[in-house]
């Protein structure tokens, strides 16, 4: 009896080892699931949330001449981790819309890509002129001017015919300055009028300022005059003004100081050969009355008569 169990139980065994066998063969022959490697499954977490927290802003993908209709090609969408002020961030905002300026590819646009005027109008009052001065690296504070900086305007008269001494004197005070070279300040509402697309580029705008040979200057309309005669007449100068006269922004824009301002302003404005503050030389007066003064005129003969007109 006992034997026949132990048969029984054995054959029970040889047959489940047959199955553990069989079954081991099949699973071996199936492909292994490939391993994701740690580092890729964190790579690809960590761009899942930064894709979360990047803004959308549309940007040109080709240049775009002015007075022309933009279309769907013209534009992406590119994810910005800062999304510049004010700028748009789906395609159907900039669909059918006109710029009055060229716009170059890599452009984010906003809804100043279609207003009129370029940069340098978009930063001055309506009361003000944007005017163009020529500079170097006396001139121009060491080359450390910088947009946005407010500066007095100088004027050195040399010594000549016109002029009995040599002069200076403030011909504009708290003039605020606009560009300096190629690096353009800020528009009337704060915003950046230049918006450099990369690193590169806001190293070459830094370059193109300390290189400057131009800067534009923000001129009350009313001493436009002024400041062009002072530019033809002698040597400019500019002072920077420090940036803890907290309202240098209000000294012609204001509304009770800025008409004070601009009556002295206007009241400075000599005759250029009256800026060496001292009287003109006079032309001596002869003692001798036979010696009539020559009065200029024109000399008219007729026949053996001769009249001055």
């Known amino acids: 009896m006992n034997n026949r169990r132990s048969l029984i139980l054995a054959a029970i065994l040889f047959v489940g080892a047959i199955a553990a066998g069989y079954w081991g063969l099949v699973l071996s022959r199936q492909?292994?699931?490939?391993?994701?490697?740690v580092a890729q499954s964190v790579e690809q977490g960590v761009a899942a949330v930064e894709d979360k927290t990047r803004q959308a802003v549309v940007v040109l993908v080709r240049d775009v001449p002015p007075n022309v209709a933009l279309?769907?090609?013209?534009?992406?969408l590119e994810k910005l981790r800062t999304a510049p002020a004010g700028s748009l961030t789906a395609i159907d905002q900039a669909v059918g819309r006109t710029p009055w300026r060229s716009l170059s590819a890599g452009t984010w646009l906003s809804e100043q890509s279609f207003e009129m005027g370029g940069p340098l109008a978009r930063m001055i009052r309506p009361d003000e002129r944007a005017l163009g001065v020529m500079i170097d690296e006396v001139s121009a504070a060491g080359g450390q001017l910088s947009p946005g900086?407010?500066?007095d305007i100088l004027l050195f008269l040399r010594q000549d015919s016109g002029n009995p001494q040599q002069s200076a004197q403030v011909v504009l005070p708290a003039v605020r300055?606009?560009?300096v070279g190629g690096e353009l300040g800020l528009t009337s509402d704060g915003k950046l009028a230049s918006q450099p697309k990369n690193a590169e580029e806001a190293l070459k705008q830094e370059q193109s300022r300390i290189n400057a040979r131009s800067a534009v200057l923000a001129v009350p309309e009313l001493l436009l005059n002024q400041l062009m005669l002072a530019t033809q007449a002698g040597t400019l100068r500019l002072a920077v003004r420090s940036a803890d006269e907290q309202r240098l922004s209000k000294y012609w824009a204001g509304e009770q100081e800025s008409a004070t301002n601009l009556e002295n302003a206007k009241r400075s404005l000599y005759q250029f050969n009256q800026l060496a503050m001292a009287s003109p030389a006079r032309v001596p007066v002869s003692s001798n009355p036979a010696v009539a003064p020559r009065v200029r005129g024109i000399e008219v003969i007729r026949g053996n008569q001769t009249a001055q007109q």
């Open 177 to 179: 300055v606009l560009s």
């Open 71 to 76: 279309t769907a090609d013209d534009l992406t």
């Open 31 to 37: 492909q292994p699931v490939a391993e994701v490697p």
């Open 149 to 151: 900086d407010y500066v």
